[in-house]
């Protein structure tokens, strides 16, 4: 009775070592297969009232909170791929940017006017991201606005 016993206990065990195996086999397969990002670029935006219209942030003016930004990815042709990003009360809005397979690409970095408002900058800014760079580099990116009158 004893070596049957253990002959079903050894069969059950190793039984639920083969289930383990495969279920964290085929788990580490999909994972791996669906994760097609590399690299993520990091950067942030800036949106301010420009006092002056001069589209140069200067001393003592207001940030603009509440600006929706947008990072589209031309060289994949991918669009908000740091989704919808708002910028705080302190006009201040970090995002990140996933880069599939750490390829160079071109991202297109634009805002949402805000009712009332006028840029007095580029409407959108080009960038050629380097990933490695952004990993310690911080980049802003400027969006100001006048009243619209």
């Known amino acids: 009775m004893s070596r ?8 059950i ?7 383990a195996l495969m279920f964290f086999s085929v788990l580490q ?3 791996r297969i669906s994760s ?6 990091r950067a942030s935006a800036r949106t301010w ?5 001069n589209g140069q942030m200067d ?3 207001l940030p603009l909170g509440g600006v929706q930004i947008h990072v589209n990815d031309l060289g994949n042709q991918l669009v908000n791929v740091a989704w919808p990003v ?3 009360r302190d006009g201040e809005a970090p995002f990140h940017a996933p880069i599939p397979e750490c390829s160079d ?18 409407s959108r800014v080009e960038v050629t991201p380097d990933v490695w760079e952004g990993l310690t580099a911080k980049h802003v990116y400027y969006f100001g606005f006048v009243p619209d009158n």
Not at 13 to 19: D, E, G, K, M, N
């Open 4 to 11: 049957l016993l253990e002959f079903f206990l050894g069969s």
């Open 13 to 19: 065990l190793i039984a639920a070592f083969t289930v």
């Open 29 to 31: 397969y999909v994972l």
């Open 36 to 41: 097609s990002v590399d690299c993520t670029w």
């Open 49 to 53: 009232i420009d006092a002056n219209g």
């Open 59 to 61: 001393r003592g003016e």
């Open 86 to 88: 708002v910028a705080d």
């Open 105 to 122: 690409t071109l991202f297109e970095i634009y805002v949402d006017v805000p009712e009332g408002y006028r840029l007095t900058t580029s």
